[in-house]
């Protein structure tokens, strides 16, 4: 073999290393038929990280009204980023929790939720599993509410697919996912959450989507999109390059898609728009002949005045 023919068989993968699909696992299905379009070791199973929210927040809108008062308990001061910094003992509207669940990926707000739906984060997990397995989604096993990292639970891109075409049935899910922001007021602050699915702030064609990230599970998706009156269903499990993955895969059903600038302009943030302050409290008042004072040591002979 001559060596110009083995540099023009090399050459694509040195031209286009940039628009290789890192994700282990995707698939891309179209909702109500559920045909597959395109995919990749989509039966594998893998871990969910914040994808898992889906679940928890669709069982949370079934089991619960969306008034109801949740009061978080004490662990959920120490569970990690993100989260909506619930302070234990306060009251909070289970509606606030599920944006947050969505929209900020509060581990806080899915852990609140869990404990006060299931009575504990471990039978909410059952209740969870059991859902997913009505759905027929029998590769998923969960074991919290949140997608942290933890031996034993998993999906697949298959399953979290079944899992986002049954929850966007219901209309209350359908209004949470597709919310580009959630303004979070208690007593102490405002808070403007933005949500981390930036396709919902350049690419008119999303419906709404929920993101996951752990150092362990990588990032991972999965979310829904409209083309020509039908609606489909994307997920990814553990990719190296979420957004860049996304947009390749998507490239089977669209022709214009965000550029890089795009998606990088449309990354989530918070902002504090007001903070709590404690009422004044009474001023000493000093009256003007005592600040006038002079105070006087004598040390040994020696005067030192200190005002």
Not at 137 to 157: I, P
Request: with cysteine.
């Amino acid at each position: 073999m001559s060596f110009f023919l083995i540099l023009f068989l090399l050459l694509p993968s040195f031209l286009f290393a940039g628009e290789t699909i890192t994700a282990t696992s995707y698939i891309l299905v179209e909702k109500d038929s559920f045909d597959i379009i395109a995919g990749r070791n989509y039966h594998t199973r893998l871990a969910p990280a914040s994808t898992t929210k889906v679940m928890t927040t669709l069982l949370a809108i079934e089991k619960i009204n969306t008034n109801d008062i949740v009061i978080p308990d004490k662990r959920t001061a120490s569970l990690p980023a993100s989260k909506m910094d619930l302070v234990p003992g306060k009251q909070y509207r289970a509606i606030d929790l599920m944006s947050g669940a969505m929209v900020e990926s509060a581990n806080d707000a899915a852990y609140a939720l869990a404990k006060y739906v299931g009575g504990s984060e471990e039978n909410f997990a059952h209740m969870m599993n059991d859902r997913a397995n009505e759905m027929g989604a029998f590769d998923t096993h969960f074991k919290n509410a949140s997608g942290l990292y933890v031996n034993d639970q998993y999906t697949t891109c298959y399953d979290l697919a079944l899992i986002f075409k049954n929850a966007l049935s219901n209309d209350t899910f359908r209004e949470l996912v597709a919310k580009k922001y959630f303004l979070f007021h208690d007593s102490r602050r405002n808070v403007q959450f933005k949500n981390h699915n930036r396709l919902l702030f350049c690419f008119e064609p999303t419906i709404g989507g929920k993101t996951g990230f752990t150092r362990r599970s990588k990032h991972c998706y999965v979310g829904a999109f409209e083309r020509d009156g039908k609606t489909y269903i994307l997920s990814l499990l553990n990719s190296r390059d979420l957004w860049g993955d996304a947009v390749l895969i998507l490239g089977n059903l669209y022709d214009r898609l965000p550029s890089d600038e795009e998606l990088r302009s449309a990354r989530a943030c918070s902002v504090s728009l007001s903070s709590y302050r404690p009422k004044n409290k009474k001023k000493t008042v000093v009256k003007k002949s005592a600040a006038k004072k002079r105070y006087k040591t004598v040390k040994k002979g020696t005067k030192k005045t200190f005002k």
